[in-house]
């Protein structure tokens, strides 16, 4: 019997050891074969279903990579699009193939592209900073994207003066800062809700209320929230203010400006290039990639010209290179957003059509959400209330919650679920007497209770 437990005891440390050892480029992706998603359309403010599997479905990995499935449709609804774009999150089906052992691209850097150049955590797919449109020269006129005539040469084509989608596409995005093309929805910047941004500068949450991948919190190390197409991770807003991991939590920065510019006749490092328009309200600074420009700091939370740094993180205790979704002093996307405008590492397309060697299957493993029941980090809101109480997670939401209304003598109420790749949860309290009434939130290992007031006129 005693070299029988031993022998239990032995299996169950090598089976958590392996999963220890495992790269977090295998365990970080978010799986899921049971919820289907939601959208909002224009005037119609109740979410419709997609019935469309949402983050990702299978994560199998060999020696050298690693292989997600995944529909690109996030567990936050999509949508509305009012920019006059018809279309809606679409599944993808896609295979991403990221090398688990990614090595810094010792040559000339390859630049980002137009269209997928990562993959955030649920599956869905990041794009630079780019929306297709640039200046042409030729005719003092915007070329490419919806409703320009295209550009010379095609869409491929490099252009001097490119146009930045952030601030050009803002009235398309939906309320978790992304929007599809062509039914790839994407995210340009960091996929934290417009409504949870400390200046907010879109109000379209107000009309279609949703969330977003992660909740910013500067109390504590931003989650790893994807891998960029050459193998790197890339995490959120804040992180440790030193690369060694001292110095405590600081936003880490962009190292990138804007210009000091009223004509567009140069780039920033002085080369001479056909005209783009002069600085107006119309084409405002900014409204450019190339009205940036990079300076080097000092400071260690300052990024590289790639936006990233090598660095200490929680999941990679021994360091790596790591891009981070960058944002200003009031959490608005601050350019180049996520990774570039070039790589660190080796670019190549990771979507690929099968998988051509034996691979082994990744479970995902439950874990306490630690930073999940921290007081700080749960918010209910509005409090007191009278019609609806929102109950929103800070950080990345990785195991399914449930989230349970009580009276205060203890009556379970209503009840509803805050799956991973989501943040928030309601209830309609529309009904309900004025009075004390708590909130449950659990998962498989504890749970935190809140107190909410219901007051009626």
């Known amino acids: 019997m005693k070299t029988t437990i031993i022998t239990i005891i032995t299996l169950v440390f090598t089976f958590m050891n392996s999963y220890a050892q495992l790269s977090p480029a295998i365990t970080s992706f978010l799986q899921n074969n049971t919820e ?50 018809p279309s809606n999150a679409q599944n993808q089906n896609n295979i991403i193939k990221i090398p688990l052992l990614p090595l810094e691209n010792t040559g000339t850097p390859d630049d980002t592209v137009g269209g997928n150049i990562g993959v955030f955590v649920n599956g869905v797919a990041l794009f630079d900073y780019r929306d297709g449109v640039a200046w042409n020269p030729d005719t003092n006129s915007l070329c490419g994207g919806p409703g320009n005539p295209p550009c010379p040469g ?48 879109s109000d379209i949450c107000n009309l279609y209320d949703a969330d977003g991948l992660y909740f910013i919190d500067e109390t504590i190390h931003s989650p790893l929230i994807g891998f960029a197409f050459d193998g790197f991770p890339i995490y959120g807003a804040y992180g440790y203010r030193n690369a060694d991991g001292s110095g405590g ?21 002085g080369t001479d290039v056909d005209d783009g328009p002069d600085v107006n309200g119309t084409y405002f600074l900014g409204y450019f990639r190339e009205d940036y420009e990079f300076i080097s700091h000092s400071e260690e939370y300052y990024l590289d010209e ?77 409090n007191p209330t009278s019609d609806l109480i929102a109950v929103q997670l800070g950080g990345l939401v990785t195991d399914t919650l449930k989230v349970e209304l009580y009276d205060a003598s203890g009556k379970l109420l209503k009840t509803t ?41």
């Open 306 to 382: 790639h936006n990233g740094r090598f660095c200490v993180t929680p999941e990679y205790p021994a360091g790596t290179y790591a891009y981070f979704a960058t944002v200003d002093e009031n959490w608005n996307s601050a350019y180049p957003y996520a990774v570039g405008p070039s790589f660190y590492g080796n670019f190549e397309n990771r979507i690929v059509t099968s998988i051509t060697e034996e691979t082994t299957l990744y479970e995902e493993v439950l874990n306490v959400s630690e930073t999940i029941f921290n007081q700080q980090n749960i918010k209910v809101f509005p």
């Open 249 to 269: 939590l600081e936003r880490i920065k962009s190292g990138y400006q804007l210009r000091d510019i009223t004509e567009r006749t140069h780039w920033a490092d």
């Open 154 to 201: 095609g869409p491929n084509a490099s252009m001097d003066w490119n146009r930045d989608a952030i601030p050009a596409e803002m009235a398309g995005f939906d309320c978790s800062k992304g929007h599809p093309a062509m039914g790839n929805y994407h995210h340009h910047q960091n996929p934290s809700a417009f409504k949870l941004d400390l200046e907010i500068v």
């Open 36 to 85: 289907t998603g939601s959208y909002y359309i224009s005037g119609n403010s109740t979410a419709i279903n997609n019935n469309i599997l949402v983050n990702c479905q299978q994560v199998e990995y060999s020696d050298n990579f690693v292989y997600i499935t995944a529909t690109g449709v996030p567990a936050y609804p999509t949508g509305p699009f009012l920019d006059g774009n």
């Open 417 to 457: 679920t805050i799956y991973p790749g989501s943040t928030i949860a309601y209830f309609d309290v529309q009904t309900l007497y004025a009075g004390v009434y708590l909130i449950k939130i659990t998962d498989d290992f504890k749970s935190i209770t809140k107190k909410v007031i219901i007051k009626r006129d």
